[in-house]
């Protein structure tokens, strides 16, 4: 990344939920998160199932409100206008979502071309014959035939509505697509053909990419830097290849090593720690890290810089 201003900067990002039934408890989703996406970038952020993807993702694209932290885009800190009005915001056009599962993100009483439009209406005022041309010309963008706009969803194939998806984000010209997992409910020849597609899009049109994806070798394909979650927080990033092929967290290297022909697997032992109001003093991955030692539970350890990269381990160095 240049050292231009990043398009993207979240700074010391908290959510935290309150726990049902256990007066003051709270469930810390994401906690102290700092990230940067730059102009033209495209960063992967992976982890497993509950490490808090999903909700950092909804916190960026303005789906929910924060408890903590800034979110800066261009300069402006999103995170001062609450979810429920960031709809209304010119920059709500500026960050756009493709979702994980393309049938059931489409309504299924819309047209392919009324799904494109709709943003378009809602967001940019643009209708009749100038929302009409927009339409064709993101169509053709994403290569779906113009022949396909009027069918419905259940008359697409799973490569035709994942591209219906992704229209439907450019079509309000954004500067920042989140991808949450947007070729896992496809066929794997057709996901290559998706990839190929979103790659293609990010060279013609300039986009920034936050890609999530439980897909190890996709993203090590298809980003420039990758960030790792463990329960709600990161514990390393840096760029793609240099993570991927000498991860330095204990965490990453688990990860990495569940990629066929990576060598021999890391298999973790214990239980994933409670993220409801987990001790402050202690690393989230002490009791299931292979190097873990005593100091690891009184002593948390910073994301601190080494070289390019950035690691909370006590032993990374």
Known sequence: MSDAAPLLQ???LHKRFPVAGRRGALLHAVDDVTLSIGAGESVGLVGESGCGKSTLVRLLARLLDTTEGR???AGKDLAATPAARFARTPERALIQMVFQDPTDSLNPRFTARDTIAEP???????RGAEARARVDEVAQQVGLPLALLDRYPHQLSGGQK????I???LSVKPQLLILDEPTAALDVSVQAVVLQ???RLRGELGLSYLFVSHDLNVVRLLTDRVAVMYLGKLVEQGPSEQVFR???HPYTQALVSAIPGQGPRIRLSGEVASPIDPPAQACRFHGRCPRGEDRCGREAPPLQRIGVREVACHFAA
């Open 10 to 12: 979240v700074e010391r």
């Open 197 to 199: 597609l979103l790659e």
């Open 162 to 165: 994942a591209r219906v998806g």
């Open 167 to 169: 229209a439907r984000a």
């Open 71 to 73: 979110i800066v885009f």
């Open 246 to 248: 000498a991860p330095l």
């Open 120 to 126: 378009l209406a809602l967001l940019t005022g643009l």
